[in-house]
């Protein structure tokens, strides 16, 4: 990484006894920020929806060092009580139904959680004296179907959503500007990131994790395509840290707020390459050989076929890129797997995922 980005962001000295809200903290990337905020002394208070969840939570053994509330977002009742509970100073708003499969199946449970869930948590912070910071997870599919020639997304491209997923992302992604315009002055940045691997994705669905479960022996791996489309994929670790750089930054500057800032690598990786570089990683030559014969003959409807982000504006702001290659990121994420999956191969987990 370029360190033009002041290394301020991470000292404790700024994070120490910080009160910082996690939406969505059992998930993938709830888990991996709340860990680091810990590490930072942060006071980290966090609410989820789904108890299911928590195994990640406990497998990082940090269940016991945060402010857990069970509460929906979209319930306003009950997420205005946590809100008023606490003096939220900085808040990472990283809740929502991630699952694109999910949202074409249920597209209502979906514009609940990721719309709803994201206007009631913002008028809640509305009302408070203290908060300087908030970052809200939008997505690179908020972007929608772009032609391959104007790939990467830059933060200028308008919204195209069409599809349940997309189009929930887009309007979280407006609620937020209207939030933070003049007249109402909430300070907030929007992320808007490529697709996101790494340790503690129990998304089996995601490409990666699904992989890996076939690698290691825990189910077949079903291509769902032709292995054709390009994506972009981002090391949670680089998420992560740019997480803190962002809200440190904003919390110093509120004129940061409004600020849209894109992440990932530049550059697409399709499906198949992706499934390659995991087989070489574990010398499963033969496996991808048998995944690469079952590519069905088409693209698969409701998914935008390429997608990856350019990180030219956070670069020129903060002098940000990422630090982990695809191959070190991929490297370690099925190190982690291995461990995590070796310790719960007798939980209902694993039970569900062969049934």
């Known amino acids: 990484m370029q360190r033009k980005i002041s290394e301020k962001y991470l000292s404790k000295s700024f994070w120490g006894n910080k009160k910082v809200l996690i939406t969505g903290i059992n998930g993938f990337i709830g888990t991996n920020l709340a860990k680091i905020l810990i590490s930072k002394n942060a006071e980290v208070i966090g609410v989820s929806n789904n108890r299911d969840k928590d195994i990640s939570l406990k497998f990082e053994n940090i269940l016991d060092k945060i402010r857990y509330h069970r509460v929906d977002i979209s319930n306003n009742k009950a997420l205005n009580k946590v809100l008023k509970k606490y003096r939220i100073e900085i808040c990472f708003h990283l809740a929502a139904q991630p699952d694109v499969n999910i949202a074409r199946k249920n597209p209502f449970q979906t514009f609940e959680s990721n719309i709803k869930g994201t206007y009631n948590l913002l008028d809640g912070l509305r009302k408070s004296k203290v908060i300087k910071s908030i970052i809200v997870a939008s997505s690179d599919k908020a972007y929608g179907e772009y032609p391959l020639t104007r790939l990467p997304y830059k933060e200028k491209y308008d919204l195209r959503p069409k599809y349940p997923y997309d189009v929930s992302k887009a309007c979280a992604d407006l609620i937020s500007k209207a939030y933070s315009s003049e007249i109402f002055k909430l300070p ?32 077949k791996f079903v291509p769902r395509g032709n292995g054709t489309n390009k994506r972009d994929f981002l090391f949670v670790n680089d998420v992560c840290e740019l997480y803190l750089c962002l809200s440190y930054n904003l919390f110093k500057d509120s004129k940061l707020s409004g600020e849209v800032f894109n992440a990932g690598t530049n550059k697409g990786y399709s499906v198949d390459s992706i499934i390659k570089r995991l087989c070489l990683l574990k010398n499963e030559s033969k496996l991808y050989k048998d995944i690469k014969s079952s590519y069905v003959k088409r693209l698969q409807i409701g ?19 990422p630090r982990y290659s695809i191959k070190e990121g991929l490297q370690i994420t099925i190190e982690w797997y291995e461990k995590f999956l070796k310790k719960h191969r007798k939980s209902k987990l694993l039970r569900d995922l062969k049934s």
């Open 188 to 219: 907030i940045i929007t992320t808007r990131f490529s697709n996101i691997y790494g340790p503690g994705q129990l998304n089996f669905t995601a490409l990666v994790p699904d992989c890996i479960l076939a690698l290691l022996k825990y189910r």
């Open 303 to 321: 998914e935008i076929p390429n997608q990856f982000m350019s990180y030219a504006k956070l670069k020129k702001y903060f002098g940000w890129k």
